[in-house]
């Protein structure tokens, strides 16, 4: 008699155990059909509305999603199995608090910057954001979204976070002189962004460091150098520095001394200014607002023409291509009036006996 119950008892185990792998499979087929083939055709039907928010959302919650129909699969499974009432409670705490995390990373996927919702968000409020607020902004959620996560899941599994809060409260004095450095380079992070000295892929200059900005996050900012090197530099120290911002010339200076020789005539050196002030004023790639050209010194081995001037265009390349003909058409003046450069010298003369 005892032998038939356990018998059946344990025929009635491995049927419960049966079931609860039929179910998980079953869970896993239909999310190989759901990704492959009714989550395509949700999506095509989402590009056919007018907004592409809806299309944005499912998006970002596609991996999630995924993940979501193995963990149903497995909690079904368990639930079917004839386990304690204690290891039910477990198993459903631990259930809702994958559904939290699942939930929390589709809210993270959501404010990344490659995430097109939160631009159109962004687009739709009339917020001008540049591309350092943008990037600081959405770490911003996402480090607000881990948070939320870890207090929701902490009081589902019954910490009390009121009381968490404030023993952070009773330490934040220790925290804080803990972490000045950080403190302040978040601080100096936003002084950046608040003051918009410069966005992304501009060209910066400063004591410390010259070169192309890529990234800043809440502790530094990296800044790729014309060498190729990738500096990193605290918030703190760029926001305490005088930072030139070559990207936002409007116009770009060019000035120097045209040296002649001690030999030219008055007459030619007159010659010689009118014909390369002409030559800048027609000259369509310079800005007419300031052009300087004057016999301006009477240097130790020369007689010196300062030239002062600026270009309509801030592009390097463009800039340098625009110098060397200026300079070359220069030397043209210079060879039809027959003037010669100056070369350092020094004359010397020897007293006879």
Same mark, same amino acid.
């Not at 049966?18 to 079953?26: A, D, G, Q």
């Not at 239909?30 to 949700?42: D, L, V």
């Not at 095509?44 to 596609?62: G, M, Q, R």
């Given at each position: 008699?005892?032998?038939?119950? %356990?018998?059946?008892?344990?025929?009635?185990?491995? @049927? $419960?155990? +049966? *079931?609860?792998?039929?179910?998980?499979?079953?869970? &896993? /087929?239909?999310?190989?059909?759901?990704?492959?083939?009714?989550?395509?055709?949700?999506?095509?039907?989402?590009?056919?509305?007018?907004?592409?928010?809806?299309?944005?959302?499912?998006?970002?919650?596609?991996?999630?999603?995924?993940?979501?129909?193995?963990?149903?699969?497995?909690?079904?499974? %368990?639930?079917?199995?004839?386990?304690?009432?204690? @290891? $039910?409670? +477990? *198993?459903?705490?631990?259930?809702?608090?994958?559904? &939290? /995390?699942?939930?929390?990373?589709?809210?993270?996927?959501?404010?990344?910057?490659?995430?097109?919702?939160?631009?159109?968000?962004?687009?739709?409020?009339?917020?001008?954001?540049?591309?350092?607020?943008?990037?600081?902004?959405?770490?911003?959620?996402?480090?607000?979204?881990?948070?939320?996560?870890?207090?929701?899941?902490?009081?589902?599994?019954? @910490? $009390?976070?009121?009381?968490?809060?404030?023993?952070?409260?009773?330490?934040?004095?220790a925290f804080a002189l803990a972490a000045q450095d950080t403190i302040s380079n978040f601080f100096g992070g936003i002084v950046i962004i608040t003051?918009?000295?410069?966005?992304?892929?501009?060209?910066?200059?400063?004591?410390?460091?010259?070169?192309?900005?890529?990234?800043?996050?809440?502790?530094?900012?990296?800044?790729?150098?014309?060498?190729?090197?990738?500096?990193?530099?605290?918030?703190?120290?760029?926001?305490?520095?005088?930072?030139?911002?070559?990207?936002?010339?409007?116009?770009?200076?060019?000035?120097?001394?045209?040296?002649?020789?001690?030999?030219?005539?008055?007459?030619?050196?007159?010659?010689?200014?009118?014909?390369?002030?002409?030559?800048?004023?027609?000259?369509?790639?310079?800005?007419?607002?300031?052009?300087?050209?004057?016999?301006?010194?009477?240097?130790?081995?020369?007689?010196?023409?300062?030239?002062?001037?600026?270009?309509?265009?801030?592009?390097?390349?463009?800039?340098?291509?625009?110098?060397?003909?200026?300079?070359?058409?220069?030397?043209?003046?210079?060879?039809?009036?027959?003037?010669?450069?100056?070369?350092?010298s020094r004359s010397i003369y020897l007293e006879q006996g």
């Open positions: 008699m005892v032998t038939n119950w %356990l018998i059946n008892v344990n025929n009635e185990v491995w @049927y $419960n155990i +049966l *079931i609860s792998l039929v179910i998980f499979t079953f869970f &896993i /087929i239909f999310r190989k059909i759901f990704s492959t083939y009714i989550f395509r055709i949700i999506i095509k039907i989402a590009k056919k509305t007018p907004s592409d928010i809806v299309e944005n959302i499912l998006l970002a919650f596609e991996k999630p999603l995924r993940v979501f129909f193995i963990v149903i699969g497995i909690y079904f499974a %368990l639930v079917f199995l004839p386990l304690d009432n204690n @290891y $039910n409670t +477990l *198993i459903i705490k631990f259930y809702r608090s994958i559904l &939290i /995390i699942l939930i929390g990373w589709g809210l993270y996927n959501l404010a990344s910057t490659s995430s097109a919702f939160f631009v159109k968000i962004t687009r739709r409020l009339e917020i001008e954001l540049d591309r350092i607020l943008l990037p600081f902004i959405s770490k911003l959620l996402q480090v607000v979204v881990i948070v939320m996560i870890i207090s929701v899941i902490a009081s589902e599994w019954g @910490y $009390n976070v009121g009381g968490l809060v404030a023993g952070l409260g009773l330490g934040g004095l003051e918009k000295p410069f966005s992304i892929n501009d060209w910066i200059k400063t004591p410390s460091v010259e070169g192309i900005i890529e990234d800043i996050t809440f502790r530094s900012t990296k800044i790729r150098t014309f060498s190729q090197a990738l500096v990193t530099v605290p918030n703190s120290t760029l926001a305490n520095e005088p930072i030139t911002n070559w990207t936002r010339m409007g116009k770009r200076q060019i000035t120097f001394n045209l040296r002649l020789a001690y030999s030219t005539p008055r007459d030619k050196i007159k010659i010689c200014v009118e014909r390369i002030s002409c030559l800048l004023k027609n000259h369509h790639e310079i800005d007419q607002e300031i052009i300087i050209v004057h016999f301006n010194e009477f240097n130790e081995s020369s007689l010196d023409i300062i030239l002062y001037f600026f270009t309509k265009t801030t592009v390097w390349l463009e800039y340098l291509c625009i110098r060397e003909e200026i300079n070359l058409e220069i030397m043209k003046i210079l060879e039809q009036e027959n003037v010669q450069i100056a070369l350092p």
